[in-house]
């Protein structure tokens, strides 16, 4: 039995909730950076999976190297195993073999010298059916038209030097704290869970032509890419009849169990690594960023429009076309600073027709049908309303806007 970290109940905090709020500030950030880059991505500014499956390249050796590692923390380096530190040996299979028992006799299988709470942590978390390396590597196979030694080749040797960074910051920081690979696990598979569920359906929408032959239409070689039967969106898919809501909630029920095998500083390492796994994600965002920028994909991280390409249309009419509004506001708060409040070009029969910009005392008054359209100047009531009417939206917008 492990050592149990005694602590009160009502003194401690769950760490999946002090991971939360420690990186609630870079979560925010760095949702809003993938979900407006996500639909450069796709129909109508991509006909093919090309520019997804450059993204895609850039997280896959993350993902690679921090399974890799959890998996060569609970057994001896094997002879299979290259410079690069990536098993040879596919990924689920030595899953599946940490999970069965050793047979008698198997010297390979002795397991390397990390803390037993520490080893207790990792053989929790590794629930079948969570690692995504596999899956990933399918996806990129598919999308890219890569054989197996091709693509290897590319995820061994990353492009984007913030990539590179991270790899390394894995590989030299885990090996000598191991709990760390706890924060690795929450930070990365929850974002599968959670946000991934938006991109799937995003890229699902995309429709069958643009995920048909995606190779072939990019003018990539197809070699390797018949024997694979993968759609090239199994990286957020779970096997089962529950699309890995199973999964997702035995991982939780896992994870919660750690807050009681995991030392104060133990927890706030992983708390600490959580936060900087973020900050590394963000990177490789940025850093796609620049390199797409010169093309012409997205905009330079200067840029005040996250999306690239024609923007969004304004309604032209109504309370939202709010560019027109702080126009309309600027100079009818000058004009009462001046004196005189003329009648809103909506309210005159004359420039009805070439107006297209609705005033709120306008809306007001069509819906209570009190508008004289045949009265040539309101009365000093009226003006003394509508002034007070358009000042008051006026600061309340700006608040807004600022």
């Known amino acids: 039995m492990s050592q149990l970290i005694q602590t009160p109940p009502e003194e401690r905090t769950l760490l999946s909730v002090e991971i939360n709020m420690a990186t609630k500030k870079q979560h925010t950030n760095l949702n809003r950076l993938i979900t407006s880059r996500l639909p450069l991505a796709l129909p109508p500014h991509c006909t093919t999976p090309r520019l997804y499956g450059t993204g895609l390249l850039r997280f896959a050796p993350i993902y690679l190297t921090f399974e890799s590692t959890w998996l060569n923390l609970l057994q001896p380096p094997l002879e299979s195993q290259d410079h690069t530190g990536y098993p040879l040996k596919d990924l689920d299979s030595i899953h599946h073999a940490l999970l069965s028992p050793a047979p008698d006799g198997d010297t390979r299988r002795r397991r390397p010298s990390i803390s037993f709470r520490a080893r ?5 978390l590794l629930i079948p059916g969570l690692m995504r390396g ?30 590179v960074e991270f790899r390394e910051h ?21 974002a599968i869970f959670s946000g991934g569920r938006w991109i799937r359906e995003q890229i699902l929408l995309a429709g069958d032509r643009f995920w048909s032959h995606p190779a072939a239409c990019a003018g990539i070689s197809m070699s390797g890419r018949e024997a694979r039967a993968t759609t090239g969106m199994e990286f957020f898919n779970f096997k089962g009849s529950e699309d890995g809501e199973d999964i997702k909630s035995e991982y939780k029920r896992r994870f919660a169990e750690l807050d009681q095998l995991l030392t104060p500083s133990e927890r706030q390492d992983v708390v600490s690594e959580a ?20 093309q012409g994909i997205v905009p330079s ?5 996250l999306i690239a390409g024609p923007r969004p249309k304004q309604p032209t009419e109504g309370l939202l076309r709010t560019d027109s509004w ?41 819906q209570r049908g009190s508008v004289n359209q045949e009265s040539e100047s309101p009365n000093r009531t009226t003006m003394v309303i509508r002034a007070i009417l358009v000042a008051i939206l006026g600061i309340f917008l700006w608040l807004l806007l600022h």
């Open 134 to 163: 596999e899956r990933l590597k399918e996806d990129l196979g598919y999308i890219t038209g890569l054989g197996v030694v091709e693509l290897r080749a590319h995820l061994d040797n990353p492009v984007g030097k913030q990539v």
């Open 120 to 124: 207790e942590c990792l053989e929790r």
């Open 275 to 294: 936060v900087r796994i973020f900050e590394f994600n963000t990177q490789i965002v940025n850093e796609l960023d620049e390199q797409l920028a010169g």
């Open 326 to 366: 702080v126009k309309e506001f600027k100079s009818q708060a000058a004009k009462i600073v001046g004196g005189r409040l003329p009648s809103s070009p909506s309210l005159s029969s004359s420039s009805s027709s070439s107006s297209s910009i609705s005033t709120p005392e306008v809306v007001v008054a069509q």
């Open 170 to 190: 894995i590989r030299s920081t885990v090996p000598n704290k191991p709990h760390l690979l706890v924060a690795y696990t929450w930070v990365m598979y929850m």
């Open 301 to 305: 991280r200067n840029s005040t429009h």
